[in-house]
Nanobody
């Protein structure tokens, strides 16, 4: 098992950057990792994912070129760098982990979740 703790959210202006972190208790290298987000009144949606070793990453179309997912297995952490933020990026962001499949885009495919961190982008 692994427990995940998300951090790094905040309130920023459009065009700014944020760096979200996901700290794991347990061996994060046993899991593929992803970030999801959920805006008010909307379903939780896939943002980005990374393989166990970090050699392959996946992104939803709207964040390609702006967001970067990475991980440091030695430190049991995963990171989502958010650049050129847009108002539409406003949401609670969640780190998630699953041992079976990297790049999975459906929330039900993930076994472990962080508590979420709020990102608010204003114009």
């Amino acid at each position: 098992q692994v427990q995940l703790v998300d951090s790094g959210g905040g309130s920023v202006q459009a065009g700014d950057s944020l760096r979200l972190s996901c700290a794991a208790s347990g061996t994060l290298s046993d899991y593929a990792v992803a970030w999801f987000r959920q805006a008010p009144g909307k379903e939780r949606e896939f943002v980005a994912a990374i393989t166990w070793s970090g050699d392959t990453t996946y992104y939803t179309h709207s964040v390609k070129g702006r967001f970067t997912i990475s991980r440091d297995n030695a430190k049991n952490t995963a990171t989502l760098q958010l650049n050129r933020l847009e108002v539409e990026d406003t949401a609670v962001y969640y780190c998630a982990a699953n041992p079976q499949r990297a790049g999975a885009e459906m929330p039900h495919e993930y076994d472990y979740w962080g508590q979420g961190t709020q990102v608010t982008v204003s114009s």
